[in-house]
């Protein structure tokens, strides 16, 4: 392929932290330093200023003297784009970020209680308490009543049964979708209480 022109050639294979990385394969590695393949680039310093377009060998010379790595940081622009930056610290400073972000991340898990229209007072206790552990978790709590056989006329009941239910949560949590009949299973969900609610 051509280099002439301000433009940067695809380089696959480059050494960083004495391995050799695929570019191709792992799209996600920065060009640092050496890896760098354009002839010339927009330099700017780590403190934003220009200091113009130089040549590939150059801009090194300005990294080194400067005791910084020289980073592409747009590749893709007329000129390409690098800057003089402590690529350690970058990269720790990216990865610090992603940790954060992935430890703000919360999954909520959706847990199923299931009654029936007849259940005992003791096991509607034991399943309310339940109910209670997963939302103090943070998680969602699914109710769901099936009704079986000639049951089905009696939603009633069954609805009567899933409104004690929400209501023996009322401290903890909040209904968060009404209850509604699906086939013949009545299902209601409850979401933990928020410091809002």
């Known amino acids: 392929m051509n280099n002439k022109g301000r433009f940067c050639v695809p380089f696959v294979f480059y050494t960083y932290g004495g391995g050799i990385i695929n570019k191709q394969k792992r799209g996600t590695e920065d060009l640092v330093n050496d890896a760098i393949r354009c002839k010339e680039m927009l330099v700017i310093t780590d403190k934003g200023e220009k200091l113009g377009v130089l040549p590939r060998a150059k801009a090194l010379a300005e990294a080194e003297?400067?005791?910084?790595?020289?980073?592409l940081v747009s590749p893709d622009s007329n000129p390409p784009v690098a800057?003089?930056?402590?690529?350690?610290?970058?990269?720790?400073?990216?990865?610090?970020?992603?940790?954060?972000?992935?430890?703000?991340?919360?999954?909520?898990?959706?847990?199923?209680?299931?009654?029936?229209?007849?259940i005992e007072k003791h096991d509607f206790e034991t399943k309310a308490?339940?109910?209670q552990t997963i939302l103090e978790k943070g998680n969602k709590v699914k109710i769901s009543l099936r009704f079986k056989g000639r049951m089905i006329v009696h939603q009633d009941l069954g609805k009567e049964m899933i409104e004690r239910f929400v209501e023996r949560l009322a401290e903890c949590s909040t209904l968060e979708s009404p209850i509604r009949l699906e086939g013949r299973t009545?299902?209601?969900?409850?979401?933990?209480?928020?410091?809002?609610d």
């Open 129 to 131: 308490r339940k109910a």
């Open 186 to 196: 009545l299902f209601a969900v409850i979401a933990p209480k928020t410091s809002k």
């Open 65 to 71: 003297d400067s005791g910084l790595d020289l980073v």
């Open 83 to 118: 800057k003089l930056m402590d690529y350690s610290r970058f990269r720790f400073e990216q990865q610090k970020k992603l940790k954060e972000m992935r430890k703000n991340q919360k999954v909520v898990v959706v847990q199923e209680i299931q009654l029936s229209p007849t």
